[in-house]
């Protein structure tokens, strides 16, 4: 600060009080300091609340002149309905008007002075009365590409699509077959099925499991299955509803939930709904405009000119404000939400959530919440999820009663560029605690973790390419090393770690369709299975990695480090649990050696991988981190 004539710190108590996310109507304390060289006559604080663009300008009040700084304070009350707040301050002078606000839109914490129209830092107003079920903060997912996880039988070709290509061998590369104009005329199958999940549970569970994501299982044309052709009915090479059912039953006795993907933002074109091919015994809205289903799509040149999703033919978008659709969906007494709970299914992953309006994730939340408290909503969103803009409207998901969780791409999107060089720890710290001062912490302990997904390239597969210079000999080990880092990294990280299939067995993966290969059984990567079935078994054991506090720290441009820690019995949402803390540290560097000290409670330290212990000199912690290496340290009692 000494050396900054203007200094706020948002992520420092003494500037922002309390720290992150407010509950509405709460009362947060600003301050700011200012140099005596500034000659300063006045400081006001502007704050914008985002729903109605109500600008608010307050004097600050002088409460501390030390050290040739004023302190100046002001308190300010959050609105009564939960949005985001925005700030930034206004400095005048004997000559002039200063203006201080944040640095960028990623990175809060300090700011910079500007002359004019400052960025804004942000406070997240939220329902405070809407907490995320605490069996999900504490969970571990599994996520299943249905197709290619595991066949229990052979595949009924009778049941599989005209357009289908049923491969031969399991051990196949996934392709596509298309046109001239890059549309898929043929969809590969592998013929992995729900018994097939179900025969492989104790294999799961082996993992440490506690939910499965399933990608779409509804019947539909293609291999992904996010062409919906009736929301109603399994897709019959996956199996029946009664397989579902048991899947569920199944899983359950072994204490793993079940969630499933739910497609909503559009259907099949070849679908009951929409049946441009005529392939169901039903008038679908490309048949007719008197068909009951024609009011969901919007057309521009009846039958053939529609909005799609991104374009798609084949994925003819659903109007979310249509109030047949919105029965049909949530409300009527058999509609698809209701239908699948009567079969014990309470969880769903939100496609494309911000294709949605809020108001029927609303609807879809409310159902879920009435029928079973516990439910989890989850929505796929691809950014910071607190101050998200869709379509021209900011979305609502992470103020109570939208969503309980997103997917955490921004978390894999930093990792990812921390370990390829990108950022230094320094800039990963920012912006992480960026995050985490955007997010209730509800939600922060809530959102799903993961390193591959069926829509990104596999983790391995991106640790090898950013390795271009280095011999095969070379990649090969250093990319073992990221990849337990990083995983390491996802199990000790606040939120919930989630488990692509095949990533724990060494699958490899670029693209859609390369990266949903089928899981090579029989060929797994057996170090690499052994090391995620640790991560599983240490996450179970150690409550702190799952709901205790979160401190970050950079100790150097390549070594980031954060403790998860339980201090007088009682974690972050006032449970009574064992005292414990712990200690994640990873040198990114690929070919530098790093001595390390860092600032530690005292007594020793064990390494829980290695079994090497640590201890303390005057408060601090030393050791020597080799290339890529990580640990995670426990305190001994």
Same mark, same amino acid.
């Given at each position: 600060m000494k050396h900054l004539d203007i200094f706020h710190n948002s992520f420092d108590s003494s500037y922002r009080d309390p720290f992150g996310a407010a509950p509405k109507s709460s009362q947060v304390?600003?301050?700011?300091?200012?140099?005596? @060289?500034?000659?300063?006559?006045r400081v006001h604080l502007h704050y914008i609340f985002d729903k109605t663009n109500e600008e608010h300008i307050k004097e600050m009040d002088l409460y501390t002149e030390e050290h040739q700084y004023s302190g100046y304070e002001v308190m300010i009350t959050m609105p009564e309905e939960p949005q985001l707040v925005w700030y930034f301050f206004e400095i005048e002078t004997e000559d002039r008007s200063l203006y201080y606000g944040c640095k960028n839109p990623e990175e809060s914490g300090e700011g910079k002075v500007y002359d004019v129209d400052p960025l804004s830092w942000q406070i997240t107003v939220y329902d405070p009365a809407y907490h995320t079920p605490h069996w999900w903060k504490n969970a571990t997912m599994y996520q299943i590409f249905p197709d290619r996880f595991h066949a229990s039988g052979g595949v009924d070709l009778k049941k599989a699509p005209k357009t289908s290509l049923v491969h031969a061998h399991w051990s196949n590369d996934p392709f596509y077959i298309r046109n001239e104009r890059g549309e898929?005329?043929?969809?590969?199958?592998?013929?992995?099925?729900?018994?097939?999940?179900?025969?492989?549970?104790?294999?799961?569970?082996?993992?440490?499991?506690?939910?499965?994501?399933?990608?779409?299982?509804?019947?539909?044309?293609?291999?992904?299955?996010?062409?919906?052709?009736?929301?109603?009915?399994?897709?019959?090479?996956?199996?029946?509803?009664?397989?579902?059912?048991?899947?569920?039953?199944?899983?359950?006795?072994?204490?793993?939930?079940?969630?499933?993907d739910g497609v909503?933002?559009?259907?099949?074109?070849?679908?009951?709904?929409?049946?441009?091919?005529?392939?169901?015994?039903?008038?679908?809205?490309?048949?007719?405009?008197?068909?009951?289903?024609?009011?969901?799509?919007?057309?521009?040149?009846?039958?053939?000119?529609?909005?799609?999703?991104?374009?798609?033919?084949?994925?003819?978008?659903?109007?979310?404000?249509?109030?047949?659709?919105?029965?049909?969906?949530?409300?009527?007494?058999?509609?698809?939400?209701?239908?699948?709970?009567?079969?014990?299914?309470?969880?769903?992953?939100?496609?494309?959530?911000?294709?949605?309006?809020?108001?029927?994730? @609303?609807?879809?939340?409310?159902e879920l919440k009435n029928h079973e408290p516990d439910s989890v909503l989850l929505g796929e969103v691809w950014e910071d999820a607190s101050n998200k803009t869709a379509y021209g409207k900011r979305r609502d998901y992470f103020l109570g009663g939208v969503l309980d969780s997103v997917m955490n791409y921004p978390l894999r999107a930093l990792m990812l560029d921390f370990i390829r060089g990108d950022i230094d720890a320094f800039t990963l710290h920012t912006r992480l605690v960026t995050l985490r001062e955007h997010y209730p912490?509800?939600?922060?302990?809530?959102?799903?973790?993961?390193?591959?997904?069926?829509?990104?390239?596999?983790?391995?597969?991106?640790?090898?390419?950013?390795?271009?210079?280095?011999?095969?000999?070379?990649?090969?080990?250093?990319?073992?090393?990221?990849?337990?880092?990083?995983?390491?990294?996802?199990?000790?990280?606040?939120?919930?770690?989630?488990?692509?299939?095949?990533?724990?067995?060494?699958?490899?993966?670029?693209?859609?369709?390369?990266?949903?290969?089928?899981?090579?059984?029989?060929?797994?990567?057996?170090?690499?299975?052994?090391?995620?079935?640790?991560?599983?078994?240490?996450?179970?054991?150690?409550?702190?990695?799952?709901?205790?506090?979160?401190?970050?720290?950079?100790?150097?441009?390549?070594?980031?480090?954060?403790?998860?820690?339980?201090?007088?019995?009682?974690?972050?949402?006032?449970?009574?649990?064992?005292?414990?803390?712990?200690?994640?540290?990873?040198?990114?560097?690929?070919?530098?050696?790093?001595?390390?000290?860092?600032?530690?409670?005292?007594? @020793?330290?064990?390494?829980?991988?290695?079994?090497?212990?640590?201890?303390?000199?005057?408060?601090?912690?030393s050791f020597v981190l080799s290339p890529s290496e990580c640990m995670l340290l426990r305190r001994l009692h």
């Amino acid at each position: 600060m000494k050396h900054l004539d203007i200094f706020h710190n948002s992520f420092d108590s003494s500037y922002r009080d309390p720290f992150g996310a407010a509950p509405k109507s709460s009362q947060v304390k600003l301050s700011i300091d200012v140099h005596h @060289r500034q000659h300063v006559t006045r400081v006001h604080l502007h704050y914008i609340f985002d729903k109605t663009n109500e600008e608010h300008i307050k004097e600050m009040d002088l409460y501390t002149e030390e050290h040739q700084y004023s302190g100046y304070e002001v308190m300010i009350t959050m609105p009564e309905e939960p949005q985001l707040v925005w700030y930034f301050f206004e400095i005048e002078t004997e000559d002039r008007s200063l203006y201080y606000g944040c640095k960028n839109p990623e990175e809060s914490g300090e700011g910079k002075v500007y002359d004019v129209d400052p960025l804004s830092w942000q406070i997240t107003v939220y329902d405070p009365a809407y907490h995320t079920p605490h069996w999900w903060k504490n969970a571990t997912m599994y996520q299943i590409f249905p197709d290619r996880f595991h066949a229990s039988g052979g595949v009924d070709l009778k049941k599989a699509p005209k357009t289908s290509l049923v491969h031969a061998h399991w051990s196949n590369d996934p392709f596509y077959i298309r046109n001239e104009r890059g549309e898929v005329v043929r969809w590969d199958f592998f013929g992995g099925n729900l018994q097939g999940i179900i025969e492989k549970l104790d294999y799961i569970q082996s993992l440490g499991v506690t939910v499965i994501y399933l990608n779409p299982i509804f019947e539909a044309e293609s291999n992904h299955r996010y062409d919906t052709g009736d929301y109603h009915k399994v897709d019959p090479l996956l199996g029946t509803k009664e397989d579902f059912e048991e899947l569920i039953t199944q899983a359950k006795s072994r204490g793993i939930e079940i969630m499933l993907d739910g497609v909503f933002s559009h259907t099949g074109s070849n679908s009951i709904y929409f049946n441009q091919k005529g392939t169901y015994n039903s008038v679908g809205a490309y048949q007719s405009k008197e068909s009951p289903y024609f009011s969901w799509y919007t057309f521009h040149q009846y039958p053939d000119e529609y909005d799609a999703w991104w374009g798609v033919g084949t994925l003819p978008t659903v109007n979310k404000e249509d109030e047949s659709y919105q029965q049909f969906l949530v409300h009527d007494e058999n509609s698809v939400i209701k239908n699948w709970q009567r079969s014990g299914m309470n969880h769903w992953r939100l496609d494309v959530a911000d294709e949605l309006t809020d108001d029927l994730i @609303r609807m879809i939340y409310k159902e879920l919440k009435n029928h079973e408290p516990d439910s989890v909503l989850l929505g796929e969103v691809w950014e910071d999820a607190s101050n998200k803009t869709a379509y021209g409207k900011r979305r609502d998901y992470f103020l109570g009663g939208v969503l309980d969780s997103v997917m955490n791409y921004p978390l894999r999107a930093l990792m990812l560029d921390f370990i390829r060089g990108d950022i230094d720890a320094f800039t990963l710290h920012t912006r992480l605690v960026t995050l985490r001062e955007h997010y209730p912490k509800e939600y922060f302990y809530a959102v799903m973790n993961m390193l591959s997904s069926h829509d990104v390239e596999r983790i391995k597969t991106l640790l090898d390419e950013a390795l271009p210079t280095h011999s095969k000999d070379e990649r090969e080990s250093i990319v073992s090393e990221q990849l337990k880092a990083l995983s390491l990294w996802m199990y000790t990280f606040p939120g919930i770690p989630s488990l692509y299939y095949g990533d724990e067995a060494g699958v490899t993966g670029g693209e859609d369709p390369d990266n949903r290969k089928p899981y090579p059984w029989g060929k797994e990567d057996q170090t690499l299975l052994n090391w995620y079935k640790m991560l599983g078994s240490m996450r179970q054991e150690h409550q702190a990695l799952r709901t205790g506090s979160w401190i970050s720290h950079a100790a150097d441009s390549d070594v980031y480090t954060f403790v998860r820690s339980i201090e007088n019995g009682v974690d972050e949402f006032g449970a009574e649990v064992a005292d414990e803390q712990m200690m994640f540290v990873f040198n990114r560097n690929v070919r530098e050696t790093k001595d390390i000290t860092l600032k530690a409670q005292k007594g @020793r330290w064990q390494n829980i991988i290695e079994k090497s212990v640590y201890k303390t000199q005057d408060g601090t912690l030393s050791f020597v981190l080799s290339p890529s290496e990580c640990m995670l340290l426990r305190r001994l009692h």
